[in-house]
């Protein structure tokens, strides 16, 4: 049996300390898709932690944590990852396992996501700079290198053959950084990856799920950002919705049972790209003061705005959501009035769907306002004492939604979290 936690905005959701609370319930977590663009907080024993490429069950000795062949993997950052861990007493050498099958992000991935940006201009997706794009290119063009590939002994040919192709496009590019800093930590951090247990992820889940063992996919970005159904080409490059889990671990759609779609109670977005409910005023700087939104892989400040029930309608169908985790409730706690988008007007027409391409057309929402709650909500632990007016917020999000809202995070700690 597979559950599924998964992002329904523009990532950020605080998928990572979801996680991190749901794993004690699971034997294995994975994740399916994405790289290091990924920033997943938790709080360990009160102390902050950002996993960039291990899942997010590490903190739970005896959990296996795989990460699975849709995932990117850049070797720089799971080193430095290890050794934080490692620092924190974690024998991640015991429970973390890699599948064969996930593609490397090499050096010049980095370079050609930079040197593309850079040609973008003022169009540019504003992305993380990981390498993410041109490795996922590279996946589907046919010519990318696996995990696997580090254990062939023609794996410095390999390699050799792969940069001098993405050398000719930097030269296109007209790329002159000078990589070999890059290139010396990618040889060093793959020399850790060979000692890993690599595993060929497909059979090994598969083998977990027979014997009755509960898997945890873990999601990275957000459905809006996801590469088919997201904002394109303001979007990540890979599938981060429930259907990302059938081809990102190698796992039959029927083994799925719930998929719990994280969101906050607000909206945020880093990077560029369409935003219809964004508030470029006092309140947005206020929600982005309070909430800390300033990314967690790149520190780039997140745009703000209020919860927007189009998008959600729409991750909430594409991913087959059956439970709804809200969280950052408590950042709203002051605010006197909230407003929650139950409709765009496109083009001066009221429209209740997401259309196909947002940057082209006008999009001015339609707002439904509520009274804030204006209480401190982080000490409460049963949905009962919760302030009425925060009691009505959600209430109107279920029912718009019709999909209950079953998790109200009330805090970044770890038991920070309501059951409605
Ligand atoms: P992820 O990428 O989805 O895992 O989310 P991030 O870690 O990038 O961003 C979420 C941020 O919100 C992190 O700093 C979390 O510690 C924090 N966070 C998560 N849930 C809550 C909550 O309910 N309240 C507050 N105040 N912070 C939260
Ligand atoms: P988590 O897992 C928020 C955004 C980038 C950029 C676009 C493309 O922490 O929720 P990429 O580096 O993938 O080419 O960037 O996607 N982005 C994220 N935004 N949270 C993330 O991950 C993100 N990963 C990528 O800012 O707009
Ligand atoms: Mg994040």
Redesign the pocket.
């Known amino acids: 049996m597979v559950d599924v936690i998964l992002?329904l905005q523009w990532?950020?959701?605080?998928?990572?300390?979801?996680?991190d609370y749901f794993a004690p319930n699971y034997d294995v977590i994975a994740r399916f898709q994405g790289g290091a663009n990924?920033?997943?907080?938790?709080?360990v024993n009160g102390q902050?932690v950002?996993l960039h490429q291990i899942p997010?069950g590490i903190f739970h000795e005896d959990k296996i944590n795989l990460i699975g062949n849709g995932v990117v993997l850049d070797a720089v950052t799971l080193k430095k990852e290890c050794e934080k861990v490692a620092s924190m007493g974690i024998d991640y050498k015991k429970n973390l396992y890699i599948s064969e099958r996930a593609h490397l992000i090499l050096p010049t991935h980095r370079a050609l996501d930079k040197a593309s940006e850079l040609a973008k201009g003022n169009e540019k997706i504003g992305s993380t700079l990981k390498g993410i794009g041109p490795a996922y290119m590279d996946k589907t063009g046919r010519n990318g290198l696996r995990v696997g590939d580090l254990l062939d002994k023609g794996f410095i040919s390999q390699y050799i053959k792969i940069r001098l192709k993405h050398q000719r496009l930097l030269d296109s590019y007209n790329f002159q950084e000078d990589i070999s800093a890059w290139e010396d930590e990618f040889f060093e951090s793959i020399e850790l990856l060979r000692d890993f247990k690599i595993v060929n992820g497909e059979y090994f889940i598969n083998d977990k799920i027979q014997q009755g063992k509960k898997v945890l996919a873990e999601g990275?970005q957000?459905s809006m950002l996801d590469v088919d159904f997201g904002t394109f080409p303001f979007v990540t490059s890979s599938s981060t919705i429930s259907a990302g889990v059938c081809t990102g671990l190698g796992i039959a759609p029927q083994k799925i049972k719930d998929v719990f779609g994280?969101s906050k109670a607000y909206c945020t977005r880093v990077g560029s790209g369409p935003f219809p409910t964004e508030l470029n005023d006092e309140t947005g700087e206020l929600i982005r003061k309070i909430?800390?939104e300033f990314?967690?892989?790149t520190g780039r400040p997140r745009r703000c705005g209020w919860i927007d029930l189009v998008a959600l309608n729409f991750a909430c169908m594409i991913n087959g959501v059956t439970k709804i985790i809200m969280?950052?409730?408590?950042?709203l706690d002051t605010l006197p009035e909230l407003n929650v988008c139950t409709s765009y007007k496109i083009n001066g027409e009221e429209k209740n769907y997401v259309p196909f391409q947002m940057t082209q057309v006008k999009i001015d929402p339609v707002f439904k306002s509520f009274a804030g709650w204006q209480t401190d909500i982080?000490a409460m632990s049963e949905y009962d004492s919760l302030p009425q007016n925060m009691k009505n917020y959600i209430d109107y999000i279920n029912k718009f939604l019709k999909v209950p809202v079953k998790f109200i995070?009330?805090?970044?700690g770890r038991d920070?979290?309501i059951l409605a």
């Not at 990532?11 to 996680?19: C, H, L, N, R, Y």
């Not at 990924?38 to 709080?43: E, K, V």
Request: aromatic share 2%; glycine share 24%.
């Open positions: 992002g990532g950020d959701e605080g998928k990572g300390k979801i996680v990924a920033g997943h907080t938790l709080y902050k950002v997010s990275a957000g994280v909430g800390s990314g967690a892989t969280t950052k409730t408590d950042i982080t995070s009330n805090g970044p920070q979290i």
